[in-house]
């Protein structure tokens, strides 16, 4: 056997494909882009074992995410805080991690969406379970799992192609797979339209809206197609007896531990904005969480600064915009207080 | 430490070189990979590396005294400490939680109110393959059918091996030991055979395995529904072409690692879709495995020596501890119980309906092999009894109206899948992948294996784990 020919040109050839691979990515607008995966979130949960007093940790879902721009709270503050926000999540579940297994006694910033924030406690709730599986996979990783993580970081850095990216931009071979479609065999009452990726993490978990977003109206109308989707689901009504009775129980906890929290509602618009007063309506809810939970609460239709913002999709702010609310909503904390040696 | 992560790449790449430097002797290049068996280990869970290094002690000591001692009552003792620890371990950390599930429900049955919290104990990775490959050492001591291995250091690593560690193939003493008595270093072709072993079990495990089949069977087998037919012949087989990609792929990167290293490791499998009956299934599916059980289970029991009846019996209780071995649970040993019963009819028909195997028949044959064996995957796959039971009426349209929860694309994809799987294992059934990579052109060859490697990089692949992991 001439094996060492087979291997020169296994190498060569599967180098060149690769290369094309990459390329041919590259043309379609591709970036290389870090993975907003449980790996990345379990680093900045590590962090929260080492934090101080004067220390924030940001929790909640996606609109906590997209809208605090950490490298404008480091530039005001001083210090970046810990983002551990999820898209999709209800803040419940790592709010609980932390209090119960962390000397952390800080501050805590929850973003308050309150579909989400009063969804459930059902442990297999897609709202509760992402955040839960995140919280699991930091406790279990193990140090192959850490050590894979980061040298997949420079990978990533490098590298278009190589992307967990799941659904519509997909570009893996297992999701590349599953855009072929034949046919109409399955038996699917209702389809979720396709839902693009719209937004860009770094290395800290930093999350901005991607800017064609904001130039290309089909592409942000996709998003919003999603979100009508899930408003015409028969999903259940929020449960907001046990959701505030789950926090206001960790709250307790975490305030004899010394600990601040602060709740944060971020802005939403149209009709997101119509649901959410529908389903649920300020004054039962967000009024009723502030008063019971007696701890410092920005809501955004109090603040003439936050009004008017630009969110293209309904829910979440565009990236200077973030950069705008960030700014604003610092004054107002430093202004009421809220934050500690300011 | 999973062979399809980063940081195995690096771990190897680290391990070659070291062991390829001329800094270290032979007996240090041992001792480097005893090391890094341990931390090949330890990157999972660190603290049960000393469930290693307590097997690898008792079963050295055991060893010494076995070989020595005349005494035979003595000689059994030892061997029983060697079952007792290794067994136990197994026991305690694989069936503790299953048996006492299942005392809480007989007392529950006898009028008994009695409850008990599950234990929750961590499964150690690759507990059942080390300490079946660890007592096998003691019981062939004790037959004396193999020799002392010569020093600590040479059993310690055959324990470790970290190729092998986890998921087999489980190797004899007399096998591997031997191996590590001399110096090893693999020749050029030797090494670049190696390296594409790796890259063919790399490409089972995530291409074929994780990519294209994994889906499918995940998406069956998690369905709450009942489904139609198709979908559950469809799901089953899916798990059926992964299930084999999966393991086969670890062995062969097993296999594959280690003659990069110089030190060769048996076949685990050998084409096991293309059997004709059900003993030559167990002559090449999991072969390490099946050759224990018969040697250190079914042989003991009697195998053929004491009449048909206690045969049977024999073939039974092998099969049902070898489905046990395999999981803590009922649907495991049904798993097991099927293919001891598959056995028994097929040595009924050799008896009372013998036929030759010709090539006409021979295809259809194992066509009829493969689908009995399907129809026992719905039970190793399956997480209850009710699931497995509602996929067996789907398959054979004891009900109507199931529901279809498979898109036509996927029907296709994972049918070819399946289809050419079949008839790879029925063409390469008495051949093996060396005599026909020899009559290959080196071009096709590269060209081969060039495809494997950039289909496994595009996949990518998230570090699934391996399924025989949980074993």
């Known amino acids: 056997m001439k094996l060492k020919n087979s291997l020169i040109i296994a190498i060569v050839i599967s180098l060149l494909g690769t290369v094309t691979w990459e390329l041919y990515w590259r043309s379609k607008g591709v970036k290389p882009s870090i993975d907003g995966n449980d790996a990345l979130w379990a680093v900045e949960r590590a962090k929260v074992d080492r934090l101080s007093k004067d220390d924030f940790v940001i929790i909640g879902s996606s609109r906590v995410h997209f809208d605090i721009q950490l490298d404008i709270w480091e530039e005001k503050i001083g210090n970046k805080p810990i983002q551990l926000a999820m898209g999709g999540s209800s803040p419940l579940p790592v709010f609980h991690d932390i209090v119960h297994t962390t000397n952390f006694n800080g501050t805590i910033l929850v973003g308050v969406t309150p579909p989400l924030f009063f969804s459930t406690t059902f442990p297999k709730a897609d709202s509760w379970k992402r955040p839960q599986t995140n919280v699991d996979y930091f406790h279990n990783r193990t140090y192959a799992q850490r050590l894979n993580h980061q040298l997949s970081i420079p990978l990533q850095n490098s590298f278009a192609f190589i992307s ?125 969480l502030v008063a019971k939970a007696a701890v410092k609460s920005y809501h955004f239709e109090d603040y003439p600064q936050l009004q008017n913002l630009d969110l293209p999709e309904w829910s979440h702010l565009k990236a200077e915009h973030a950069d ?6 610092i004054k107002i904390l430093k202004q009421d207080n809220a934050i500690p040696n300011q | 430490m999973l062979f399809n992560s980063l940081s195995f790449i690096l771990f190897l790449i680290i ?12 007996t240090n290049k041992k001792r480097m990979l005893l090391f890094s068996s341990y931390v090949f280990y330890g990157m ?32 059994k003792m030892w061997l029983l400490l060697s079952m007792f620890v290794n067994l136990g371990f197994l026991g305690f950390f694989k069936y503790g939680d ?31 393959f080390y300490t079946f490959q660890t007592m096998s050492y003691t019981i062939d001591m004790y037959k004396r059918k193999t020799e002392r291995a010569r020093t600590f250091l040479d059993f310690a690593l055959y324990v ?42 790399l490409f089972q495990k995530v291409v074929m395995a994780d990519t294209l089949l994994a889906g499918t069977s995940d998406d069956v087998f998690g369905s ?66 099946s050759s224990w059980l018969r040697d250190y289970l079914y042989i003991p029991l009697g195998g053929n020596r004491h009449g048909i009846t206690r045969m049977y019996a024999a073939l039974m209780i092998t099969m049902l501890l070898g489905g046990l071995w395999h999981g803590a649970a009922w649907t495991f ?87 050419i799987m079949f008839l790879c294992h029925w063409f390469m059934r008495n051949t093996s992948m060396k005599e026909v990579s020899q009559k290959t052109s080196p071009y096709v060859l590269g060209l081969v294996w060039a495809i494997m490697t950039f289909l496994l990089i595009i996949a990518q692949g998230s570090g699934e784990q391996f399924i025989y992991f949980q074993f």
């Open chain 2, 44 to 75: 999972w869970n660190p603290p049960l590396v000393i469930l290693l290094w307590i097997s690898t002690m008792i079963d050295w000591t055991a060893g010494k005294h076995l070989a020595v001692e005349d005494n035979q009552k003595k000689r």
């Open chain 2, 333 to 419: 040993m049904v798993w097991g119980g099927l293919h001891g019963t598959y056995l028994i009819l097929e040595r009924l028909q050799r008896r009372y309906l013998p036929f030759e195997i010709t090539k006409w028949n021979g295809m259809f044959l194992a066509f009829i092999t493969f689908s009995c064996v399907n129809i026992t995957w719905v039970f190793f796959r399956a997480r209850t009894f009710e699931k497995a039971w509602d996929m067996i009426k789907s398959m054979f349209y004891m009900q109507t109206g199931g529901e279809k929860i498979l898109d036509t694309f996927t029907i296709i994809k994972v049918s070819t899948v399946i289809a």
């Open chain 2, 160 to 201: 470790t091996f970290f190729p092998q560690l986890v998921a087999g193939p489980i190797v004899r003493a007399k096998d591997l030991i031997t191996q590590f008595y001399e110096e090893k270093k693999a020749t050029t072709n030797q090494f670049i055979w190696g390296l594409f072993l790796l890259t063919i079990g």
């Open chain 1, 164 to 288: 967990e990216t799941k659904g519509i931009d997909g570009i893996n071979l297992k999701e590349f797979i599953s855009k072929v479609k034949i046919g109409t065999r399955a038996e699917k009452p209702r389809e979720m339209p396709p839902f693009h990726d719209f937004s860009t993490i770094t290395i800290d978990r930093n999350v901005r809206m991607k800017k064609r977003m904001e130039i290309d109206t089909a592409y942000a109308n996709s998003v919003k197609h999603v979100w009508e989707f899930f408003f015409k689901s028969d999903g259940p009504l929020p449960d907001k007896k046990s959701t505030m009775a789950f926090f206001l129980k960790d709250l307790e906890k975490f305030k004899e531990k010394g600990g601040n929290v602060i709740l944060l509602r971020c802005p939403s618009s149209d009709v997101f904005r119509e649901l959410e007063k529908k389903i649920t309506p300020r004054d039962t809810v967000w009024d009723d």
């Open chain 1, 324 to 329: 705008y609310f960030t700014k604003e909503l």
């Open chain 2, 98 to 128: 299953f048996l006492l599930e299942n005392f809480v429900l007989v007392m529950n049955a006898i009028g008994v109110d009695f409850q008990a919290k599950p234990m929750d104990i961590i499964l150690p990775m690759g507990i059942s």
């Open chain 2, 15 to 26: 391990v070659l070189a070291i062991y390829y430097s001329k800094i270290l002797n032979w």
């Open chain 2, 224 to 289: 709450a529904k009942l489904l139609h037919g198709v979908d559950a012949w469809v799901g089953t087989i899916a798990f059926s072409g992964q299930i084999f990609f999966d393991f086969a792929g670890y062995s062969t990167c097993a296999i594959g690692i280690a003659l990069m290293l110089g030190i060769i490791l048996p076949d685990n499998f050998r084409y096991p879709y293309a059997s004709l009956g059900f003993s030559d299934l167990w002559r090449r599916w999991h072969i390490s495995l």
